[in-house]
């Protein structure tokens, strides 16, 4: 084990070496990076360990590996926008990566042995993908752990109606969201619907160039006086967030067949349609998942092109760079086992079959265990504490528009790399999960040693508010857990953007870590 302190030491003696250049005063942003100016402190200044921006030490051959993984992340995001189509994406990858299905070793009793790759799905919505090491599982493995949900609009279980000639479905959002963020917007349906002879149909439209899109409505601001005297909360409440669908009534006159023709047309012809379509009633909204989305691919954003615009990078860019960092491990026997796990419902709690909070992750531990000869539930239980794990997860970026409630020394900034949050939480670190000095030293190292750039933050100033994630969960089993991620502006709107640099840092970071955690 390397010596810690002398390396902070060096550390610190280095950042107190530096000269903080003369303000230039070009831009709020740039004066507030180089001076780390607290707002909250007036006339206050600090001195925290500088981070560099990352995208000062790419040559070349590094911009072109960096600009190669920001295509196929967002073809990724831009093609799977459901927890559903995330966990089937990242089977497809594993598939051919040479992973094999362990509910199928099960069956067969076939054992696993260093080297051996196995995935495991649960409800179609959340993946564990293993990696046996040489090392026996009771001594622990190096985890990654992200969510594949996203903050969204779900339909209602009976969401079809008519109103005044127009046609909608009736929405509940999911997570956390500002409600007026998702008005105007051209949106997609994704999901699926269950019938009742067993079969299950998927829904994908609003994504190709000849398809509809659907959106909520607003008001003119013409008439919107009243609307813009109210608080930001209630300008448009939940209940509003219906999806507009139809207008055109059954038989094109409006001549209706039947009594439901003359009395909903325009609910009856889009009842015509989805039966069309998918064969399916009214009824089947009963057992159907379907979710709303914002439409359209995720884009370069800037004129650099250094950033990404998209949906659902909370969490997928964590998600998708911990995939790629697990498979890039490809056919070597890591000394330890390699997991990365990629869960549901993250965003209302990690609650549910297929949440953190489930048997889940426990489970296929267990079942890994007993085929690689370690059965039992104590070495399980020896197994587990003796994991380590990032649980990534995005981190709220700086963003100068908003600087009040940041506090620049303890930010994350986009650009710098990989961000770690020894802690989480709300407000006296409500319901966080704090990593150890001692786990938090280990990082570092593996970090730096593999020329990682990362920096260290916290969910905005202390009174701002605050949030958290995964790792309080598998920290009850007593492993070591810390947050990392990336930072990302505008998070849970429609539209997130992230730093490129962050992204391919973060899968750098994450091999790194399940190599020598």
């Known amino acids: 084990m390397p010596d810690f302190r002398s390396q902070a030491e060096a550390r610190c003696v280095t950042a107190c070496e530096k000269r903080i250049p003369k303000p230039s005063r070009a831009s709020a942003l740039q004066w507030l990076v180089e001076n780390e100016t607290d707002p909250g402190r007036p006339g206050g200044r600090s001195d925290p360990v500088e981070r560099d921006v990352a995208w000062k030490k790419y040559d070349e051959a590094e911009l072109g590996r960096l600009n190669a993984l920001a295509a196929d992340y967002i073809d990724f995001i831009s093609e799977n926008k459901t927890e559903r189509e995330c966990a089937a994406a990242s089977i497809a990858l594993a598939e051919k990566a040479g992973y094999r299905s362990l509910d199928e070793a099960v069956r067969q009793g076939r054992a696993l042995v260093p080297g051996d790759k196995a995935w495991a799905c649960d409800h179609g919505k959340a993946v564990i993908l293993v990696q046996l090491g040489r090392a026996p599982l009771a001594e622990g493995a190096n985890i990654l752990g992200a969510h594949i949900d996203s903050p969204r609009l779900d339909l209602k279980q009976n969401p079809l109606y008519e109103s005044n000639g127009f046609a909608f479905l009736d929405t509940h959002y999911y997570g956390g969201i500002k409600h007026y963020q998702w008005v105007t917007l051209p949106l997609a349906l994704h999901g699926v619907i269950a019938k009742k002879d067993g079969s ?126 697990q498979l890039a491990l490809a056919d070597e026997v890591p000394e330890r086992t390699a997991v990365t796990v990629l869960v549901d419902k993250e965003e209302i709690g990690s609650v549910g079959a297929t949440g953190m909070a489930s048997q889940f992750f426990e489970n296929t531990m267990a079942e890994v265990m007993a085929l690689a000869g370690e059965a039992g539930e104590l070495p399980l239980r020896r197994a587990l504490k003796s994991c380590r ?102 998070m849970h709107s429609p539209w997130e953007v992230t730093s490129k640099a962050d992204i391919y840092e973060a899968r750098k970071g994450y091999e790194a870590f399940l190599r020598n955690a």
């Open 200 to 325: 299950v149909v998927e829904v994908r439209l609003g994504e190709e160039p000849g398809d509809p899109v659907f959106c909520v409505t607003d008001l003119l601001p013409h008439l919107g006086n009243q609307q813009m005297g109210k608080k930001a909360s209630e300008v448009v409440e939940g209940e509003a967030l219906d999806v507009l669908v139809g207008n055109q009534p059954a038989g094109g006159d409006g001549a209706g067949d039947s009594e439901q023709e003359e009395k909903e047309p325009v609910k009856a012809h889009i009842l015509s349609l989805l039966a069309d379509a998918y064969g399916m009633d009214e009824e089947d909204f009963l057992s159907a998942e379907i979710e709303v989305v914002p439409a359209g691919r995720a884009r370069d954003c800037g004129f650099d092109r250094s950033m990404v615009i998209g949906y659902g990078q909370d969490d997928r860019v964590c998600a998708y760079t911990s995939l790629v960092a």
């Open 389 to 490: 794990m990032l649980s990534s997860d995005v981190s709220a970026g700086f963003d100068p528009a908003y600087a009040s409630v940041f506090e620049t020394k303890n930010s994350a900034f986009l650009g710098r790399g990989l961000v770690f949050n020894k802690y989480t939480g709300a407000r006296g670190k409500s319901g966080s999960n704090d990593a150890s000095a001692e786990y938090m030293a280990r990082v570092r190292r593996v970090m730096d040693d593999a020329g990682v750039a990362f920096q260290t933050a916290e969910l905005g100033r202390v009174d701002a508010g605050g949030g958290g994630t995964i790792a309080y969960i598998p920290a009850k089993y007593g492993m070591d857990v810390i947050d990392s991620g990336v930072a990302v502006l505008s």
